[in-house]
């Protein structure tokens, strides 16, 4: 009888692409994908060390595969991405049932480990070499997917004081532009319309290789026929250059929604940060892709409560929010990682005031957000569709360019993009009814 994987993703959406990829190298080695965790003969945990939390919920998570492995003999447990590389050994004593643990760099081995866990030989890899195999694995697709992420990078060399990424991911390493296109051309032939393009700072694309740079990349992606939509997350604010906001005056595949995460308002605290730009800076990027794209959505990423930052420096914060009013945030209470140098900083914040101010800025953000997507009911929106709708299955939902979530009402016409009325706007979703066939 084939086995089968379950994989459980923690974090960021370069896990999700690692975890496709380590589904693909699963079924070449004939494991099925295991609807549940209680069907599986194989658990793979792809774990995230961004925050503290992350590693709590996931030692968590190990203590009940512990039972789970018990009641069928046979079963084995992998742990692979951030939390392996940075716990590694550690890792193993704290789990003992634990069969395999390897490291970000380390995907490509996954079957041959999982053959070796099968004769009961445990494997540690944990190796940073800069072995990209497992870039050559194509990640596996779901049946019907209209969007999917490609990965342009790994690892980050900025080192922000705050982040654990460049030690548990490594220096960044970009991908070839030729392989890139054709993984992007591969999936527009299996009717994939948007691309969504990753990186820790997808500004820097190339620059260490000496490859095309980011700009041309997107044109050329845009060249591919059937990708109507790109999209790409993370853009450094230091590092989002001028030829590629003039790119959104003038791609029109380019979807009108940036991600540039602040991080904080102050320029005190973003200098403590090592974010290398100001407050200043960072609005003069958001004018000036206003200008190019009217209506164009910001989303954003901020900490609160980083060593050192006072009432005034988080009030910073709240006015550029003001200003800017971001469609969406994404908030967290600063997390003290080891490694970093801000675990060594003195002055830290007490965790009872860093809650209170991470309470009033996502309160302050779950206004804003409202006010945006109550701004588009009446309006009519070019929706790709994704699938059927979780509130209701009779709804069907996707997103706007602009990255807006839609429940909709289904007309009887059919296609990927169709437009949508807008009738209605909840906390973090829009609802609809399709208008025509196609937009
Ligand atoms: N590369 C992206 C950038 O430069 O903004 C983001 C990478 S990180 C995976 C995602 C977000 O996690 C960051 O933008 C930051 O807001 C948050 N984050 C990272 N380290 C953190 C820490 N030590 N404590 C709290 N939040 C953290
Ligand atoms: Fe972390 Fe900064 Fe790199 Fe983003 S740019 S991954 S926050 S070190």
């Not at 006010?371 to 706007?400: Q, Y």
Request: glycine share 8%; hydrophobic share 40%.
């Amino acid at each position: 009888m084939r086995r089968s994987v379950f994989i459980k993703t923690f974090g960021c959406q370069m896990n999700a692409v690692d975890s496709a990829r380590m589904l693909s190298l699963m079924s070449s080695a004939d494991y099925l994908a295991a609807p549940t965790l209680e069907e599986a003969d194989l658990v793979l945990l792809n774990t995230c060390s961004i925050r503290e939390k992350a590693d709590q919920k996931i030692y968590s998570d190990l203590g009940t595969l512990r039972r789970w492995k018990l009641r069928r003999p046979g079963r084995l447990v992998g742990v692979g991405g951030c939390l392996a590389q940075q716990d590694g050994e550690e890792l193993r004593k704290r789990a003992p049932h634990v069969d395999i643990v390897f490291g970000t760099h380390n995907i490509a081995n996954l079957p041959e480990m999982v053959r070796r866990a099968e004769r009961r030989l445990p494997t540690l890899a944990l190796g940073m070499d800069e072995d990209m195999t497992h870039w050559d694995v194509v990640p596996h697709l779901p049946a019907g997917a209209v969007s999917a992420m490609v990965a342009i990078m790994q690892g980050c060399d900025n080192f922000c004081a705050y982040c654990v990424v460049p030690l548990v991911r490594g220096r960044e390493v970009s991908r070839r532009a030729g392989d890139i296109l054709s993984e992007i051309r591969s999936l527009a032939g299996r009717g994939v319309m948007e691309v969504v393009l990753l990186g820790q700072n997808v500004n820097s694309y190339g620059k260490k290789e000496g490859e095309i740079p980011f700009p041309e990349l997107l044109r050329r992606i845009s060249d591919i026929g059937r990708i109507r939509r790109i999209r790409f997350i993370t853009s450094h604010p230091r590092d989002l250059d001028d030829r590629t906001i003039r790119l959104f005056g003038e791609m029109d595949t380019l979807c009108p929604h940036v991600h540039l995460p602040l991080q904080s308002g102050s320029d005190r605290v973003l200098e403590a940060m090592g974010r290398g730009y100001t407050r200043g800076e960072y609005l003069a990027r958001i004018d000036a892709l206003r200008r190019l794209r009217p209506g164009i959505a910001f989303s954003s990423d901020f900490i609160v409560g980083f060593p050192g930052e006072s009432e005034n420096d988080f009030r910073e914060t709240l006015s550029v929010m003001e200003e800017v009013r971001f469609d969406a945030s994404f908030s967290f209470r600063f997390s003290s990682r080891p490694g970093t140098r801000a675990a060594e900083m003195k002055e830290k914040i007490d965790p009872q005031e860093a809650s209170v101010r991470l309470r009033r800025l996502q309160e302050l953000q779950a206004m804003h957000t409202r006010i945006r997507l109550a701004a588009m009911v009446g309006r009519e929106v070019a929706v790709l569709v994704e699938g059927s709708s979780a509130r209701d299955p009779g709804m069907r939902c996707g997103r706007t360019a602009c990255n807006k979530t839609v429940n909709f009402t289904p007309g009887n016409t059919g296609g990927a993009i169709r437009s949508i009325l807008v009738t209605g706007a909840g906390t973090h979703s829009l609802v609809g009814e399709e208008r025509s066939s196609d937009a």
